[in-house]
């Protein structure tokens, strides 16, 4: 049994026990035993080899060695796989086609092997290739592929190529081909200037979608990340708006006058869930975005915000203080009667469900501490990930085993910073950005 093979074994199983499925200690496989060690659910990253590409022509060449580089970015971030660097390299790849060397791969111990091509044609188009090889096994995993773009659209090729690759290595969706919605931020902390921003994944082709006159919060991508619902104060209260992201035009959601706040759209896209302030009292609303029709959720004597649907439209979570502390509660879509969740020592605040359904993120708030969490969507096997001064605001990687939040440390002279760390609470790490960086909304992967 190849290693590969093996090795998506022990990855699908370690996303299996954390997911709330006891994992198998020992698989009986087609051709014999397999024995899977899974240790405090930290597992040996996979070794693999990305030679450069092969460049088609000088014009190609610096592209090429772009491409491969940023696949390698994108796998090793993982915390799942380890590059045999170019240096520790046998033999290269010179020629595309031509069959590989596998004893030189095996030397240096790459279990995986990654051979790409770049072609650069007229009028700025490119097109990339890639083969991914099991290097013990001495064969081809799956066929290659091939991408096709313009010059400027080499980032998303090579994310493409990572996105393959890691789903084929591991039987999960990738995620590097996707954008990110934030809150940038300058300023001191006590006179924070902020404006809406975008991104990809990594932090790369940054660019900004608001000024910083009026105060933004919140923002949230559609289903299908073509626009995004955000909270702005530019009338001297909380509104809730919904902007085109290709033309940045711009409506509210509400024409009340009341404060709204709070976002999220529903899976299909068509309405949207936010918290309005009436008479004193904070509640969830439905929202039709064709219409206009509102259709009150709640009606408890109590704060109710930060609604976010299950993907599948059917219930709504969110946080209400009707216990006498925030906690987590599940409703049908239409309103009706909500069961609590969280039963944990502190408090819990911002709820979103996974885009697979079988998980609950949040932040809790206990002993002068932030965290972030997730739990199965009755409230069970609840896991704090991460714990500092300020965690807040976790947003889904469209695979549903990432995720980003919004962190800040202690003072005046702190700003929040965007982080990203996986549902097993290992690979925490931070996501680079200009200035500091708050509210974060993952998009789905890119079409």
Known sequence: MSPLFVFRLIVLAVLSALAGTAAQAQTQAANGPLRIEITEGVIEPMTFAVPDFVADSASAKQLATDIAQLVVADLVGTGLFREIPPAAQISGIS????????????????????TGAVSAGLGGRLEVKFRLFDVFAQSQLGKGLRFSGTRKDWRRMAHKVADAVYKRLTGEQGYFDSRVVFVSETGPKNARRKRLAIMDYDGANLRYLTDDRALVLAPRFSPDGRSILYTSYET?????????????????V????????APRFS??????????????NVD???IDLATGRRTRLTSAPSIETAPSFSPDGRQIVFESDRSGSQQLYIMPANGGEARRISFGAGRYATPVWSPRGDMIAFTMMNKGRFHIGVMRTDGSEERLLTSSFLDEGPTWAPNGRVLMFFREGRGASAAPTIWSVDISGRNLKKV?????????SWSRVLR
Do not use: C, H
């Open 267 to 280: 899976p299909d896209g068509k309405s949207v869930l936010l918290s309005l302030s009436r008479a004193g």
């Open 432 to 440: 680079p950005t200009p200035a500091a960086a708050s509210d974060p």
């Open 254 to 261: 509400d024409d009340l006058p009341e404060m709204s706040f």
């Open 95 to 114: 020629n595309f086609d031509a069959p590989v060397q596998f004893s030189d791969w095996k030397a240096v111990n790459a279990q995986a092997l990654i």
């Open 284 to 286: 969830i609303y439905r």
């Open 236 to 252: 001297g209260m909380p509104r809730v708006y919904l902007m085109n992201l290709r033309s940045l035009r711009r409506r509210a």
